[in-house]
T-cell receptor, first 111, second 113 residues
Framework: GESVGLHLPTLSVQEGDNSIINCAYSNSASDYFIWYKQESGKGPQFIIDIRSNMDKRQGQRVTVLLNKTVKHLSLQIAATQPGDSAVYFCAENTGFQKLVFGTGTRLLVSP | ETGVTQSPTHLIKTRGQQVTLRCSSQSGHNTVSWYQQALGQGPQFIFQYYREEENGRGNFPPRFSGLQFPNYSSELNVNALELDDSALYLC????????????FGPGTRLTVT
């Protein structure tokens, strides 16, 4: 079946470092990918998205890279801050806004 | 904050009972999707409502049902509750168009004992 998976369940970094969170997806027909941040007790918060006709998209301190050849997605966070500590999910759109989420990566930022 | 609200925040039910969860979508959004998030897992798509009709369903049994109202708010109903139904239930609203961005509410934590 369709699945979106993450390579690392927990990523620990120092404040100020750059963080990279990786994700593999399985549905080559997916046309849209999103990264969400989820803090404890809250719903997922949209971070950045990318369409399948793009390889890279940049936001404020975040960059998403899409490699369709190997079906890999990554989220780069520059100058990671303690407030970035959360669980990060990648999700793929499998058709008309029906999202398939991965299991998540917990990012821990130490001061 | 996204403007999507859900009620109640927490709920405890007994196995076999029925539950109704509610969601108010963000202003201007006409599509509501429901997700189930088990502890330590990513959200799983339950179903989506668009213009008051179900518009796609994930791998969930028929005892999971929903409604969407003319004001685009929505309900999720679960009958014959099972212990495995214990989870965070998330509602996401969006607008059909070029953007697929969905805005999530804070969720309802359901515990089935």
């Amino acid at each position: 079946g369709e699945s979106v998976g993450l390579h690392l369940p927990t990523l620990s970094v120092q404040e100020g470092d750059n963080s990279i969170i990786n994700c593999a997806y399985s549905n080559s027909a997916s046309d849209y990918f999103i990264w969400y941040k989820q803090e404890s007790g809250k719903g997922p918060q949209f971070i950045i998205d990318i369409r399948s006709n793009m390889d890279k998209r940049q936001g404020q301190r975040v960059t998403v890279l899409l490699n369709k050849t190997v079906k890999h997605l990554s989220l780069q966070i520059a100058a990671t801050q303690p407030g970035d500590s959360a669980v990060y999910f990648c999700a793929e759109n499998t058709g008309f806004q029906k999202l398939v989420f991965g299991t998540g990566t917990r990012l821990l930022v130490s001061p | 904050e996204t403007g999507v609200t859900q009620s109640p925040t927490h709920l405890i039910k007994t196995r076999g009972q029925q539950v109704t969860l509610r969601c108010s979508s963000q202003s201007g959004h006409n599509t509501v999707s429901w997700y189930q998030q088990a502890l330590g897992q990513g959200p799983q798509f339950i179903f989506q409502y668009y213009r008051e009709e179900e518009n796609g369903r994930g791998n969930f049994p028929p005892r999971f049902s929903g409604l969407q109202f003319p004001n685009y708010s929505s309900e999720l109903n679960v009958n014959a509750l099972e212990l495995d139904d214990s989870a965070l239930y998330l509602c996401a609203s969006s607008f059909t168009g070029p953007s697929y961005e969905q805005y999530f509410g804070p969720g309802t934590r359901l515990t089935v004992t």
